[in-house]
């Protein structure tokens, strides 16, 4: 009885931790939660907040102005044109796309209910013309590959009419390690593109990706002359810059082209976020930037 005791008491105060970087963050967890440092609320819940991200796959933001594409490049990613596009602000809320045996979609409301739904019920929640301010955020769920590396959240275009958009978008950043940010070709690397970049990336830690989407609308000389532009104006907040067409990867999914694939360069694009988003490192660093 007396070792059971012992072995009981060992279980609950003696807890033992692998020697990989998961299991250190769970020892200082551990050490931080200890109920004679009387550890606040914020504290376990942020705890809690990092204990999830390191075992989820990474969740990268898609950050842009109105109009810049950002639906239909996940569309493309997805291999599915599951995400509403068109010519008004469609996404008020964060919308994260997250793996799933079968597609589906999640809507949580700012009570704690949640309504799960079929993917093409989306509609009715995205537009922010008619979008209730009850609904917290969505989550679409496809059973694509990349997802199972990567998640995503889409939000808000940040030169739309509702000043909250730019708040929510600022929100999301604050959890994730990783954004891609999609910036429309023939309008790249204007002043306030410039100062929004600032505004979003400078200082924060972020790993990022710059898309110049709609590569087909420009020639290849002035292809070449706007990335050496863009380069110039926002390079050193980015690790690659890269020109792709995601309505043209999004055709030649559906008609199995692999010429216009290849055209729209978009096998670059998921090759970066393979590499830049794909391993741990990218996890412990942010890990240990939010532990400090």
Partial sequence: MFEEFINAYKTRYFKIFSDDFHG???????????????????LKQELNKLDLFL???????????????????????????????GLTPVTSKPTFIRYGAAPGLSVLYENGRELYLGVEEIGRFVDQRVFGDEVSRLCVYAPSEILKLVNFVDTPGLNSLSKADTAVTHEVLKDVAGVIWLSLADNAARASEAAQIEEFLAGGGKTAICLLNQKDKLSQDELERLKTHAQATYG???????????????????????????????GAAISAIRELFGGEEIKEKFVREKCA
């Fill in 236 to 266: 050193r907040f980015f690790e690659r810059i890269i020109a792709v067409s995601a309505k043209q990867a999004v055709k030649a999914q559906a008609a199995g082209d692999a010429a216009l694939l290849a055209e729209s360069n978009f």
């Fill in 55 to 85: 075992s989820s796959p990474l969740t990268v933001a898609i950050v842009g102005q109105f109009s810049s594409g950002k639906s239909t490049f996940l569309n493309a990613l997805l291999g599915s044109e599951i995400l509403p596009a």
């Fill in 24 to 42: 250190r963050f769970k020892r200082l967890q551990n050490e931080l939660t200890e109920p004679k440092f009387h550890p606040s609320a914020e």
